[in-house]
């Protein structure tokens, strides 16, 4: 069963920078770069929301307005992990991120979440 684990948050100030990391285990047939990863994020009170994705077949990203020019994802298929780096973090960017694996209708996987606070 795959799993994934999420590492990296914490709090910064704003204007200061943190980098998510995310680990897939358990693959067994299916290598991870056929996998669309996401990284996600929920504010208490809202949904999660996307806020980037990369796709699979041709490794293309894309942003959300409220991240894009600020957090940079990236992805390892040789290590199977991905990465947010997170950069000059706004009060309103504090959440709790999540990672997220899908491969089309048949798999998705949600890491635990890990929590970014970022203070004024």
């Known amino acids: 069963q795959v799993q994934l684990v999420e590492s990296g948050g914490g709090l910064a100030p704003v204007g200061g920078s943190l980098r998510l990391s995310c680990s897939a285990s358990g693959l067994t047939g299916v290598p991870f770069q056929y996998y669309r990863l996401g990284w996600y994020r929920q504010a208490p009170g809202t949904y999660r929301r996307e806020l980037v994705a990369s796709f699979p077949r041709d490794g293309e990203i894309l942003y959300g307005d409220s991240v894009k020019g600020r957090f940079t994802m990236s992805r390892d298929n040789t290590k199977n992990t991905v990465e947010l780096q997170m950069n000059s973090l706004k009060v309103e960017d504090t959440a709790v991120y999540y990672c997220?694996?899908?491969?089309?209708?048949?798999?998705?996987?949600w890491g635990q979440g890990t929590q970014v606070t970022v203070s004024s």
């Open positions: 997220n694996a899908l491969r089309g209708s048949a798999e998705e996987i």
